[in-house]
């Protein structure tokens, strides 16, 4: 069965400083997608960033990027030039392949920026 | 553009009650729709999702059933609910299977 590990529950950040977020999954596929998502106080699910598994170059937008390590199984989350608005719970996802595959979340983070 | 539409926002309800929350999707035809779990401070469990109307894959053996009557509705229900079935219940919806998925606005159910 797939897994995704989030092992930080909270981290804080300066504002205008730049944080990591963590997350490695478990899988035996090749192909498979990965996302972060952003849970506001508002409990609106947002997506963030994407990542396809075949393709070697990390995904960007924005201030946001990722570092994908295939082999090791680590998606990480890059958030630069942080803004208070960026405070929110970040969750980490897995997507496999097939039509009846389902997509997995890990436990999330909590990211607080302080002014 | 599409978009999603998932009702009521808030639901307190007593236990041994009936439960029918409802999602919508527009704007797509033959989404991929799911209705996740979040416990207080935790992540999302999935609890169905459904690729196509009248199928419907159960992710977990409890209180709830799901239904999808029409294309782009999918219900979440429950004859009886119980104290466990409180929780902040998202639907969301996808174009196929492997995308990224989009999320309603949720509802935040409360079983007392």
């Known amino acids: 069965a797939q897994t995704v590990t989030q092992s930080q529950p909270e981290m804080s950040v300066q504002e205008a400083e730049t944080v990591t977020l963590s997350c490695t999954y478990d899988t035996s596929e090749s192909d498979y997608y990965l996302f972060w998502y952003k849970q506001p106080p508002s409990r609106q699910m947002i997506l963030v960033i994407r990542?396809?598994?075949?393709?070697?170059q990390n995904a960007t937008e924005n201030r946001f990027s990722v570092n994908f390590q295939k082999a090791a199984k680590s998606f990480s989350l890059k958030i630069s030039d942080s803004q208070l608005g960026d405070a929110a719970m970040y969750f980490c996802?897995?997507?496999?392949?097939?039509?009846?595959?389902?997509?997995?979340f890990g436990k999330g983070i909590t990211l607080s920026v302080r002014p | 553009s599409q978009t999603i539409h998932q009702w009521p926002a808030t639901l307190v309800q007593p236990v041994g009650s009936p439960l029918s929350l409802e999602c919508t999707v527009e704007g797509t035809s033959n989404p991929n729709l799911y209705w996740y779990r979040q416990a207080a401070g935790r992540g999302l469990q999935l609890l169905f999702y459904s690729v196509g109307i009248g199928q419907i894959s159960s992710e977990v053996p409890q209180n709830l059933s799901a239904s999808r009557p029409q294309d782009r509705q999918f219900i979440l229900s429950s004859k009886k609910l119980l104290l466990s079935d409180s929780g902040f219940y998202l639907c969301a919806w996808s174009v196929q299977v492997n995308t990224e998925a989009f999320f309603g606005q949720g509802t935040r159910l409360t079983v007392v």
């Open positions: 990542q396809e598994a075949y393709k070697q």
């Open positions: 996802a897995y997507f496999p392949p097939g039509a009846n595959s389902k997509l997995t």
